[in-house]
């Protein structure tokens, strides 16, 4: 009987052991680039090219403060900020009162139409990058902020109403009708009873889109000129010359990783949810 | 929460309306005053206009003149509609260029080849994390970093660790290879950081699903004897498939659209290995500055997605409903 039960704790001991090893391997596999870049924008230039290189070394924020003292750095930096949340803003706005109208009533050409959002989604947007960069520089649109944001707004718009619709239909019809009841408007409801209530959705919805507009390249690439870029086009125009500074770009990879990192740190939870369900349940 | 009715949910809103008629109970609510009473019966229409306008005027119009601009021999200096009615011919040319069709094949390979790793590495991380060991949550979060990076700056980090001169793989593995200059190398290198950035998204939706799963199958199956792998291929498997064909159809549409990782690391080289369909649109488009060529590249990009989506439509729809 003893025997048999040290047998079985050795084993389960064997099992969690290699379970951490794998673990940590994975750790190290998926975290081991970010660090390393990290690493590297905290040394001097000399540190960054030293070989064999230093896995040591006291660090330095020069880098940090050089690219945030770059006009180039901080121009991008607020064009993302500024392109972002008026994006995240356009769709949440335009977006959650239609996902609320899809989740809720019944009306002409509501399958269609929710079909057609959820097929735009699927189609590469590489295909109306074109046709938006002709059209909007025919309006003149082409080299303002704003056409990246009607960009983005038609990204993420799909999103917002696939997860926020997704959301409400979960939360009892009973809810607003014991509302209206108590007299309170259609509108009244809506803004007191439910949207409390679906807040996590909301927060999904505002993450994937700000992911989204934070994280695009090529509509920034084609739509923007020097003066209104954003984060990632600055960075690609980095990658042509990588023999320059590391340090400063490492700096600035840093920096545009950064906030988003933290803010869905922040919002994990959320997250999660808004993407499984997002994704599953539709 | 059980899985098989998100599925079914899933399924529903994708293929039919046909639940529509249950929602189409009148909504009674009890209106004060004139206006509310007319924003009461203009709701749906004020609620969904601006949605589906947006979509129409900055989406779907675009997408209109693209299928036109496709059809025409049409420069950036003409008025809009001034090109020359072209046919079929830009669709010809592509079809003829072997470069289009070597990157057409290279790009179904390529979703092929790494929505299958992502899925499976996402799967068997899944499987790991979804074991309650103490620290767990902290590998949860840990793992799925590489997600929230910006692709650029991500593809960026790579081409930094594998440069041939100061990069730190290479040091590693103690010899100078130029990852991203030869062919078969610069595919993987390419391919590899796609896998890295986005094997945490399976993760998370199949994770999602494990951790939903009902735990009354997997306790009868080890009630009858069941080992662990044949738990995991009879029960685990068949109750995961919605999860995993949703994470594969996503995936695969990202994919079929890489674009970002290849601008930074390869710029589509070297001798076009690495030059993906969204990259022999973006060349011929803003490089070449042929538009008419890029929509119809475009275009047929767009009708394979289609294709593609709609057959796993299809596919979910049957699989749900038998």
């Known amino acids: 009987m003893s025997a048999m039960g040290v047998g079985r704790r050795r084993s389960k001991l064997i099992f969690a052991v290699s379970i951490y090893a794998a ?5 190290v596999l998926f975290l081991f680039p970010l660090l390393w870049i990290v690493g590297l924008s905290l040394k001097t230039r000399m540190q960054v090219f030293a070989s064999p290189p230093l896995f040591l070394w006291v660090p330095t924020l020069q880098n940090y403060a050089t690219m945030l003292g770059t006009g180039a750095f901080q121009s991008a930096f607020i064009n993302s900020l500024l392109i972002s949340a008026e994006a995240v803003l356009l769709s949440i706005c335009i977006g959650v009162p239609a996902a609320y109208a899809f989740a809720r009533f019944h009306f002409r050409g509501r399958s269609p139409l929710f079909m057609s959002l959820l097929v735009m989604r699927m189609l590469p947007p590489i295909a109306v990058l074109v046709p938006m960069y002709v059209l909007f520089s ?13 960009a983005y707004t ?22 607003e009708e014991s509302a209206w009841v108590d007299g309170a408007s259609r509108f009244a409801a809506f ?14 919805a505002t993450i994937l889109a700000l992911l989204l507009a934070w994280n695009d390249f090529i509509f920034a690439a084609v739509l923007t000129t020097d003066a209104t870029r954003t984060l990632p086009v600055l960075m690609a125009s980095f990658s042509g010359d990588v023999g320059v500074d590391w340090g400063a770009m490492t700096a600035s990879c840093v920096l545009v990783v950064l906030p988003v990192l933290l803010f869905s740190f922040a919002a994990q939870r959320h997250l999660v949810a808004g993407l499984s369900s997002g994704a599953v349940k539709g | 929460m059980n899985p098989s009715s998100k599925a079914v949910s899933y399924a529903r809103v994708v293929s039919s309306s046909a639940t529509d008629a249950l929602d189409a109970r009148p909504s009674t609510a009890p209106a004060t005053g004139w206006f509310a009473r007319v924003f009461d019966r203009a709701f749906v229409w004020l609620a969904v206009t601006p949605t589906a306008l947006t979509m129409l005027l900055v989406f779907g119009l675009p997408l209109a003149f693209s299928l036109y601009l496709s059809m025409e021999g049409w420069s950036a200096d003409e008025t809009l509609f001034g090109g020359k009615f072209a046919g079929t011919a830009n669709y010809e040319a592509l079809l003829t260029d072997p470069d289009f069709i070597g990157s057409l094949t290279l790009t179904l390979g390529y979703t092929a080849v790494t929505v299958l790793s992502e899925l499976l590495l996402g799967l068997g991380i899944a499987l790991l994390l979804n074991l309650d060991l103490p620290f767990i949550t902290f590998f949860r979060t840990a793992l799925i970093v590489p997600m929230m990076m910006t692709p650029i700056v991500a593809a960026l980090c790579w081409k930094l660790l594998l440069d041939p001169d100061h990069g730190v793989i290479d040091y590693f593995i103690g010899s100078n290879i130029i990852w991203l200059g030869r062919p078969w190398l610069a595919l993987f290198a390419v391919g590899f950081a796609s896998v890295w950035q986005n094997t945490p998204f399976v993760t998370i939706l199949a994770l999602a699903g494990l951790r939903s799963l009902p735990h009354e199958p997997m306790e009868a199956a080890a009630i009858d004897g069941a080992n662990a792998l044949q738990r995991f291929w009879h029960v685990t498997l068949p109750l995961m498939r919605p999860y995993l064909l949703v994470a594969l159809l996503l995936r695969a549409i990202f994919e079929f659209r890489a674009f970002d990782n290849v601008y930074v690391m390869t710029g589509g080289g070297p001798a076009n290995a690495t030059l993906l369909l969204s990259v022999y649109t973006y060349q011929a488009s803003f490089v070449q500055f042929d538009l008419s060529l890029g929509a119809a590249a475009s275009w047929v990009m767009l009708l394979i997605a289609l294709v593609a989506c709609l057959g796993f439509v299809a596919l979910i729809g049957r699989r749900t409903t038998a």
């Open chain 1, 138 to 150: 025919k309006l003149g649109l082409a080299q303002t902020r704003f056409s990246v944001v009607l």
């Open chain 1, 154 to 175: 038609t990204f993420s718009l799909p999103l917002v109403v696939w997860i926020m619709r997704g959301f409400f239909e979960e939360l009892p019809r009973e809810l």
């Open chain 1, 23 to 27: 673990l940590l391997a994975l750790l």
């Open chain 1, 191 to 204: 803004r007191l009873v439910v949207l409390p209530l679906v807040r996590p959705g909301l927060v999904a």
